[in-house]
Every structure is written in C-alpha cells, then in structure tokens.
C-alpha cells in the first residue's frame, strides 16, 4: 500500500496517535523455560492497558531476518525496508542536522586506535570524549579533496558523519571497518566501475586523516562504514495526512525520522524524563508522535539482560504521563528484538500493543513476548502497524463501493 493508496482514502480528523518505540524490546530467557526481559520486568502500568489492548507479535522485515535499526524503523512507520533501503551513513548526517542534498554521499565515521604494526588495537579509540573527537574532527576539516567538498560533524564520542560533496558521486562502496581488532583497516573498495572516483577521493581522505592523526593518542586513525546517498520517500503528510513529529535521544533516529518528513523536537537533556517533557511541551501541535527508548536496545546488546529489565520498568513508571495526555490511538512496539541472551539484534518477532477506544480487547492483562503471542492481532508484518493506527484514529475512508 503505497502513498497514492492512503492519499485517496485518508480522511481529516483532530485524533492524536503515540508510537513508543522501545528499541530492542524483544528478548530472550536467560535459561529455556524462563522469562524474557519484558517478562520478568515489573510492568504495572503497560499490564494494565494491555487488558484493555489488543495484542500481537511483529516482524519488521521478513521471518528468519535479523534487521538494522534503519529498517526496523522503515516498517514501524510503514514503510516496506526492502523498497526503501536507508544506508547507516544518510542516518547518521540527517541525525546531527545536516542537510544532505542530491550530490551528497555520507558514511559513518569511527575514531580508533592502530598499533605500530598498523593494526587496530582499539576500534572506538577508547571511546574519547566529544569534545576531544570535536577538536581532532576540526584538522581533518581543513583536508581539501580536488573537486569536492568535505563536510564532518561530530555524533557523539568516536563517532561522526562524513559527508562527501560531488556530481557523480556513488556509494557503492566497500567498508574501512573490520569489525574486529588485530587486524590492519580494510582498504576502500568501489564496488561498481561508476563508483572509482568516489573511491579516490576517499581513499585520498583516508590517506591524509592518516597523517594528521599520526601522533595523536588514542585516536591515531579513522574507519568508515555505511556509506550512503539519500533516498526519496514520501512524507509522513504525503502518505498519511499527518503532522509528525519525533521525540529521540540519539543521532540516527532522529535521522530516519527527518527522512520521512517528521519534525525533530529539542531536548533539555538526555534523559527519558527529558522526552516525556517534550511530549507535553508539544502536544497541542502534532497529531502524531514518535517517541524512542534506546536503553532497552543498549542493554540488550551489552548482554545485560538485569539492565535491560530495568530500562523497561523505567518506561513502564514513566508511562501514567503519557497516558494523561489520553492519546486517541497508543501504540507500544520496538523495532527489533535485541536479546541479552545474544548480545545482538535477532530475527525474533516483537511484542507490539494497541490501544484505542475501537478496539477489541484481549483481556490479556500482561505485556510480553508470551501473551502476545495468544493477542488478537497475531504476528504480522510491522509495515500493517500505521494502517491499523490509523483506523482506530478514524483517518481511514471506506474503501470501494
């Protein structure tokens, strides 16, 4: 179902529509037989609108698939993550507010640590602070690249965007980053015959980053990854009539919420606290809202499954505050399972509520991978998620005679 489809059907109202996105929610036992994390976590709050929900399960992109945070989004928000792919790097500028155009190329950048030998001995370079990454970043602003431009903006710690500026730019591109340490920095690769310039130029890059970092400590060099020109999407407003905006601490989500047209709201901190204030703040001035949990996804990552417990219930005591706002349609999903169990995204379905008064409920007073497995909404494609929210905020005409 493509924006054209929804265009013809949808229908003005002054309904409101939440998605709290808990990053990772879904999990694993510890021990086969146990409790996942949302199991086990102590959940009052989230228990009690479920009875009054329906439940389900979600698959981001297709069974079996494990997904990246882009694409899980994609789904969430209705988007099929296979026809619009979203490379880390577009992510990643969009997050720190910089605005890529049609000659725009972007990748991830990572500070790291290499050895006399040339080897990586630290991938995120001690994870330095910002402010040190800021002053080492403006150094390598000053390296000029023949017919090109070369933008870089700090992330957070290591991390930055890199961002290439050309005609004829591709980003068909091979990776500088290993993934592991004990190895040397892979070299950069064009991937298709079109993407040789783009290649040169940024292994020219690399080669005087190289020199400029050469006597700094811990940050000697650089790695790329996820290079990446914007796609085009449809907009939010263009696919669904609605007024966006999104709520999220880091740099790529508030990115991929840029990308399909929502308003990035400002932050006093970097709290959950934090969020939940800009979701009053602004209530009167959007009908739909994104909101975005990343300790659930943190935790699960670092194999912290007790942290990962907490994150949640941390949510769950937060969640009465929104509630007050009374949402017309409250949705609770996560983009992926990220199980403490494997430290890692999975392919596992995810547990997904929602909440309107045109719902039918399930009677199911709890919210976890178990009880939603037995919810009325079954296990479906996390691209059906928008249309049903979208129903029960009464912006759907009938369809056909």
Known sequence: MDANFFKHLIVPATTKIVMLVMDGLGGLPLQPGGKTELETAHTPNLDSLAERSSLGLSIPVAPGITPGSGPGHLALFGYDPLRYEIGRGAMEALGVDFELGPDDLAARGNFCTIDADGCISDRRAGRLSTELSTQLLQKLAQITLPGAELFIRPVKEHRFAFILRAPGLADALSETDPQKTAVPPLRLLALDPYAEKTALLVNQFLAQAQLILAGCHPANMVLLRGFAKLPVLPTFYEKYGLHPAAIAVNGMYRGVARLVGMQVLPLSGSSLQDEFDALHANWQDFDFFYLHVKKTDT?????????????????????????????????????HSSPAVLRSHSWHPVPLLLFSRYVRPDGISEFGESACRQGSLGTLPAVQIMPLALANAMRIAKYGA
Do not use: N, Q
């Not at 670092?302 to 949402?327: N, Q, R």
């Open 299 to 335: 935790y699960g990552e670092l194999g912290d499954f007790t942290g990962k417990v907490m994150a949640i219930e941390e949510v769950d005591a937060m969640f009465p505050s929104l509630l007050a706002l009374h949402p017309d349609v409250t949705i609770v999903c996560g983009d």
